[in-house]
């Protein structure tokens, strides 16, 4: 098969087939694409790498809905809506059950979020995949890492922790080890993570700032706060926590929680006046909303003992969690 009856087979979205926004979809040198009056574009990045990103044991289809799910996410971070994307694949051969299961789990999580592929690019190589995804964010209304003020609570969505608790699983490193249930469950949170679209959309003028958890929950949070220009108190006993995550020691479960990173939840900050509408925020979308800490003028991460908000029984821990990056090895 070669690489235009591929596209054609696989990734080929005939006219008609998405209800979108593409005036040209994907079979031309570009697709053309139309923002609604009073929208503007966000458009994010993601690629994943076998043996980086991703085990090699991975589902297709899983690795087709996790390529397109990390990209989703950046989205949901911004308050956007999703509308296309771009798939740039390199394949090491042209393996067509491969690439069937690859195409229903992408374009199966596409066509749930009206996000059309509008085009990409084909080449021979080592197994990579990367997206661009574009979503639309009423104009000025994007969430931004820049805007947490002083005072706003700190909130995050779902339970972080399980993708790491899998990966350490894989690796063997777990001792007790997990038992099928618990690894079956926290192994579908790392290879199908669900992208919080709808929890970004709601918090429209109504976070002061969000980012995505992919990096560990501490490193991401470090983003925000520089950014913002401001600190933050994170309360452990106010983080929330997963059945297979509360089995465990209490090291391993902070370590995961905290550090894990390939979460896909989103952390965000809110003023204290709308604690209302994000707890009815999360009731509406069936979503655990925690609040974990605020936001303070100091700057630096300060992490506690002790409910959110009391000054009283607070008792400080030594921040032993760092960000995960890439070129410093690590997971
Ligand atoms: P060109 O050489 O003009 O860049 P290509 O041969 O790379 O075009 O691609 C032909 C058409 O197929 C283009 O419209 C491109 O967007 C689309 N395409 C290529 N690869 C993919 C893919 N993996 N998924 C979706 N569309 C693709
Ligand atoms: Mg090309």
């Not at 209304?141 to 608790?165: F, I, K, N, T, Y």
């Not at 560990?216 to 933050?232: E, I, M, N």
């Not at 009731?283 to 925690?290: I, M, N």
């Amino acid at each position: 098969m070669g690489e235009f009856d591929l596209i054609e087979t696989f990734f080929w979205r005939r006219p008609g087939q998405g209800p979108h926004r593409a005036v040209v979809g994907n079979g031309d040198d570009c697709a053309v694409i139309a923002p609604a009056p009073g929208m503007q574009l966000a458009v994010s990045t993601d690629t994943l790498v076998e043996g980086r990103h991703f085990l090699p044991t991975v589902s297709p289809a899983r690795l087709g809905h996790k390529a397109l799910a990390v990209n989703l996410s950046d989205l949901a971070a911004c308050g956007a809506a999703p509308l296309a994307f771009t798939l740039a694949l390199t394949l090491p051969r042209v393996d067509e059950a491969w690439l069937r299961g690859f195409a229903r789990g992408l374009l199966d999580l596409a066509d749930e979020h009206d996000c059309e592929l509008i085009g990409g690019d084909t080449t021979a190589g080592p197994l990579a995949i990367g997206i661009t995804v574009m979503g639309e964010v009423p104009t000025g209304q994007a969430l931004l890492r820049s805007g947490a003020q002083v005072g706003d609570d700190l909130w995050v969505s779902g339970c972080p922790g399980e993708a790491r608790l899998a990966l350490e699983a894989f690796r063997g490193s777990l001792h007790p080890g997990l038992s099928t249930e618990a690894f079956e469950a926290t192994r579908l949170a790392m290879e199908r993570p669900d992208p919080r679209v709808a929890l970004g959309v709601g918090l429209r003028g109504l976070a002061t700032a969000a980012i995505d958890v992919s990096d560990g929950l501490l490193g991401d949070l470090g983003h925000v706060l520089r950014r913002s220009r401001v600190g933050a108190a994170l309360s452990l006993d106010a983080l929330p926590v997963s059945p297979w995550l509360a089995t465990r020691s209490s090291d391993e479960r902070l370590d995961c929680i905290l550090a894990g990173g390939d979460d896909y939840e989103l952390l965000f900050t809110v003023p204290p006046t709308q604690r209302e509408r994000v707890a009815q925020l999360g009731a509406e979308l069936g979503l655990v909303l925690s609040r974990i800490g605020q936001i303070e003028a100091e700057p630096g991460l300060r992490l506690w003992r002790g409910a959110v908000g009391t000054a009283e029984d607070r008792q400080a821990v030594p921040n032993r969690w760092t960000s995960f990056d890439h070129f410093k090895g690590g997971a």
